[in-house]
């Protein structure tokens, strides 16, 4: 078991005001993070990011010279900061100017101005991820789960995928199909004990997986925890009468997902 705290958390802050750098700056410092390194713009953000391999890049939204969506794919694309996590800071509050973002696999979202209690929620969620404290199951051996991982995103799924690892699971024992068909293929000749789903999908989606799971499979008990980027209380309960045991939002909270694992496991 791998422990991380925040104070040890190296961060590279790309943000082309002078002021907010300032102001952003001094809030981290409050967390007691002190190894912070900063840029102004995006090209000389990615060269950093590159060279530093921080544990979380925070960024803003826009750049002269492009924006932070590029700055992610970046990022992500260099096997050597495939551990590097990201934060959105912005003033962007249109759901679909903010759906890429939801769906690269950001850590985290945060407004200008953010309060503070949002800033140390998605420093936690960070050392989550990059920390591996495994699942704490009392009467299961969480190396031994049998996962079905269902997402249309290649990209989606292998964050997803990186968070059950940090969780103990074995990846070896984690199954993925592309959507709810593939899906139900996997479940007529494989036993799982958790499905983990996208709500959104081509051909069958996350709810008609779901109803096929309750009504049709051979494990119609089968825990279902659905993944959505507009995860909120009129989805939870359309999901619940499709059978769905939990809803989790777009981008996962490490302790959420550890919470609400938990509890369909034990159930």
């Known amino acids: 078991m791998e422990h991380v705290s925040i104070d040890q958390l190296s961060i590279l802050l790309i943000e082309p005001s002078c002021a907010q ?10 967390e007691g993070i002190h190894s912070i390194k900063t840029a ?4 000389t953000g990615k060269q950093l990011a590159e060279q530093l391999k921080p544990d979380l890049v925070v960024s803003a939204m826009h750049f002269a010279d492009g924006t932070a969506l590029e700055l992610v794919a970046h990022v992500k694309s260099h096997s050597a900061c495939e551990e590097t996590q990201f934060m959105l800071i912005s003033s962007e ?7 890429a973002y939801r769906q690269s696999g950001v850590v985290a979202i945060l407004p200008k101005p953010f309060e503070l209690s ?38 989606s799924r292998k964050i997803i995928r990186r968070t059950l690892n940090t969780l103990g699971m074995n990846d070896n024992n984690i199954i993925e199909a592309q959507d709810g068909k593939e899906a139900i293929g996997l479940l007529q000749t494989h036993e799982f004990d958790l499905v983990i789903t996208d709500y959104n999908m081509p051909l069958v989606d996350g709810l008609m997986l779901a109803k096929y799971i309750r009504q049709y499979s051979q494990q119609p008990m089968l825990p279902i925890l659905m993944v959505s980027s507009d995860a909120n209380e009129s989805h939870l309960s359309n999901v619940a009468r499709h059978g769905v045991n939990a809803l989790c939002d777009k981008p996962f909270e490490p302790q959420l997902v550890r919470r609400l694992l938990k509890q369909l496991l034990e159930e």
Not at 40 to 43: N, S, V, Y
Not at 122 to 143: I, M, Q
């Open 118 to 155: 949002h800033l140390h929620s998605a420093l936690l969620s960070t050392v989550d991820l990059l920390g591996h404290d495994e699942l704490d199951l009392d009467y299961l051996d969480v190396t031994e789960l049998r996962v079905l991982l269902v997402d249309d995103s290649g990209l």
């Open 40 to 43: 102004g713009d995006l090209t």
């Open 93 to 99: 509050i249109r759901k679909e100017q903010l759906e």
């Open 21 to 30: 750098r300032k102001i952003i700056m001094n809030q981290l410092m409050e």
